[in-house]
């Protein structure tokens, strides 16, 4: 007889689709959940949250030096309390606890009885940073991203290409898991173009009807650009019609021909907040987080409509906890109001770019995301850029790299209206350098990161 307890044991299931509906029927349920009801079960699921963070020597030891304790947690106001923490809190705990540090709520050593999975951060801004998950936890992140996936377009029983790079992060794993486990999607694990080829990827998705390929935008396109080579129509021979990407919207709407609703989620947690078809703002999955936005100095919160941090709160987790992570993206709470979707649940505006790759200019405070999208708003630029914080002399100085189809011969008109652009919208001089498509793959990760680097401080 087994001495240990399978995955399947691990999970009472009934109880696990009570608490988080998964789709379609999610969409006729706790989505349409009026105000008081959605507060009332966040609050009941923080507060068991609370205690079972506060057993995890991480948060108890962070929680003790601040004066909080759990009990104290009577109303979502009393969130702002607790500390928050960041990844710099994380990478500290793993070199005092290596090699998993002491914020984990599960362990390797209890496996047997409590089934686990390991993934670790891409690491595309630090070193990368383990997270261990319990059977449940998988279960709900997976429920949560076939929620995403369902309102992007995707439905039960469609074939489905997976091209993210099934590695030690968890992206590629947990769509794989969403699209199998919650919509009985057929899915074809091709990874990345390392992997499989693209030529093979495009006809894999041609000749068994895929309805999505689930990779960055820019692969995408790449993929597209593959497949008119092979004299194929993009949007006939292959008749995506949902295309849930990470990427520019309007660019992958204008070449495939399908609307795309854009979405938030990250490594540790899952899928977060997905926009519906009213194109109006994310709407946060509120049955599984609280999101707040604090300053990305301070780590104050910030008022509503104000960007700054997410600060992200997970309720549904039965191991390792985020309880106020401050995971350093940048977006923008709104207040709670009803969409037209009929939807009352709290939106978040889309990300827009890394609090940690800000950048102090002049006096101003710069991201690399908004300069990339500054620059591929000028004729002749493609969608590819790369940003580099550098000394000359013994002044910070910022470059964008951006490619151009254009020819060589007019790179430099391209490179002042890049400039002219750049300098209009900042008030300060940014350096521009034009390169042809493909010469910042290496840089960017293109083809290998599940995530493309954007970025580079080389001061």
Same mark, same amino acid.
């Given at each position: 007889?087994?001495?240990?307890?399978?995955?399947?044991?691990?999970?009472?299931?009934?109880?696990?689709?009570?608490?988080?509906?998964?789709?379609?029927?999610?969409?006729?349920?706790?989505?349409?959940?009026?105000?008081?009801?959605?507060?009332?079960?966040?609050?009941?699921?923080?507060?068991?949250?609370?205690?079972?963070?506060?057993?995890?020597?991480?948060?108890?030891?962070?929680?003790?030096?601040?004066?909080?304790?759990?009990?104290?947690?009577?109303?979502?106001?009393?969130?702002?309390?607790?500390?928050?923490?960041?990844?710099?809190?994380?990478?500290?705990?793993?070199?005092?606890?290596?090699?998993?540090?002491?914020?984990?709520?599960?362990?390797?050593?209890?496996?047997?009885?409590?089934?686990?999975?390991?993934?670790?951060?891409?690491?595309?801004?630090?070193?990368?940073?383990?997270?261990?998950?319990?059977?449940?936890?998988?279960?709900?992140?997976?429920?949560?991203?076939?929620?995403?996936?369902?309102?992007?377009?995707?439905?039960?029983?469609?074939?489905?290409?997976?091209?993210?790079?099934?590695?030690?992060?968890?992206?590629?794993?947990?769509?794989?898991?969403?699209?199998?486990?919650?919509?009985?999607?057929?899915?074809?694990?091709?990874?990345?173009?390392?992997?499989?080829?693209?030529?093979?990827?495009?006809?894999?998705?041609?000749?068994?009807?895929?309805?999505?390929?689930?990779?960055?935008?820019?692969?995408?396109?790449?993929?597209?650009?593959?497949?008119?080579?092979?004299?194929?129509?993009?949007?006939?021979?292959?008749?995506?019609?949902?295309?849930?990407?990470?990427?520019?919207?309007?660019?992958?709407?204008?070449?495939?021909?399908?609307?795309?609703?854009?979405?938030?989620?990250?490594?540790?947690?899952?899928?977060?907040?997905?926009?519906?078809?009213?194109?109006?703002?994310?709407?946060?999955?509120?049955?599984?987080?609280?999101?707040?936005?604090?300053?990305?100095?301070?780590?104050?919160?910030?008022?509503?409509?104000?960007?700054?941090?997410?600060?992200?709160?997970?309720?549904?987790?039965?191991?390792?906890?985020?309880?106020?992570?401050?995971?350093?993206?940048?977006?923008?709470?709104?207040?709670?109001?009803?969409?037209?979707?009929?939807?009352?649940?709290? $939106?978040?505006?889309?990300?827009?770019?890394?609090?940690?790759?800000?950048? $102090?200019?002049?006096?101003?405070?710069?991201?690399?995301?908004?300069?990339?999208?500054?620059?591929?708003?000028?004729?002749?630029?493609?969608?590819?850029?790369?940003?580099?914080?550098?000394?000359?002399?013994?002044?910070?100085?910022?470059?964008?790299?951006?490619?151009?189809?254009?020819?060589?011969?007019?790179?430099?008109?391209?490179?002042?209206?890049?400039?002219?652009?750049?300098?209009?919208?900042?008030?300060?001089?940014?350096?521009?350098?034009?390169?042809?498509?493909?010469?910042?793959?290496?840089?960017?990760?293109?083809? $290998?990161?599940? $995530?493309?680097?954007?970025?580079?401080?080389?001061?």
């Amino acid at each position: 007889m087994a001495t240990f307890r399978r995955p399947h044991q691990a999970v009472d299931f009934d109880e696990l689709q009570r608490r988080f509906p998964p789709p379609p029927e999610y969409f006729e349920s706790a989505w349409l959940d009026d105000p008081a009801r959605i507060e009332a079960k966040q609050l009941a699921r923080l507060k068991a949250r609370a205690h079972m963070a506060q057993q995890v020597p991480f948060f108890d030891r962070r929680w003790r030096q601040a004066g909080f304790d759990a009990r104290d947690l009577t109303s979502l106001d009393d969130l702002d309390g607790i500390p928050a923490y960041t990844v710099d809190d994380i990478r500290a705990s793993i070199e005092a606890h290596p090699p998993y540090g002491d914020y984990q709520g599960a362990s390797v050593a209890g496996a047997l009885q409590e089934p686990i999975r390991l993934f670790a951060s891409g690491g595309t801004t630090g070193a990368s940073r383990p997270t261990l998950y319990t059977a449940w936890d998988r279960e709900v992140g997976a429920l949560l991203t076939a929620r995403a996936l369902y309102l992007q377009g995707i439905r039960p029983g469609d074939v489905v290409v997976n091209a993210w790079a099934y590695s030690t992060h968890n992206g590629a794993h947990i769509m794989d898991e969403a699209l199998y486990k919650w919509l009985n999607c057929v899915v074809i694990t091709t990874g990345t173009g390392n992997v499989t080829a693209s030529k093979k990827q495009v006809e894999l998705a041609r000749d068994y009807g895929a309805t999505a390929i689930l990779t960055t935008g820019d692969y995408l396109l790449h993929l597209a650009d593959v497949a008119e080579e092979m004299g194929l129509d993009v949007r006939e021979d292959l008749a995506l019609k949902a295309l849930p990407n990470i990427g520019d919207p309007a660019t992958l709407e204008a070449r495939f021909g399908v609307p795309v609703l854009d979405s938030y989620g990250f490594h540790e947690v899952q899928w977060v907040a997905v926009e519906c078809p009213e194109r109006d703002g994310l709407h946060i999955f509120e049955d599984a987080f609280i999101v707040q936005i604090v300053d990305v100095d301070t780590g104050e919160p910030v008022p509503d409509g104000e960007q700054g941090s997410i600060c992200i709160t997970e309720l549904y987790k039965t191991g390792s906890p985020q309880f106020r992570y401050n995971i350093m993206d940048l977006s923008t709470l709104r207040p709670r109001e009803q969409c037209a979707c009929g939807s009352w649940l709290r $939106k978040m505006e889309p990300f827009a770019g890394r609090g940690d790759n800000m950048v $102090k200019l002049r006096g101003v405070n710069l991201w690399p995301e908004a300069l990339g999208e500054i620059a591929m708003r000028v004729p002749d630029v493609s969608d590819d850029y790369f940003v580099r914080a550098h000394r000359e002399g013994n002044r910070d100085e910022i470059t964008i790299l951006v490619t151009s189809t254009s020819a060589p011969a007019d790179f430099e008109n391209v490179r002042e209206q890049v400039a002219k652009a750049l300098a209009d919208t900042t008030g300060v001089k940014i350096g521009v350098e034009v390169v042809a498509p493909g010469s910042l793959d290496a840089r960017t990760g293109f083809g $290998k990161a599940a $995530k493309l680097i954007r970025f580079e401080d080389e001061r």
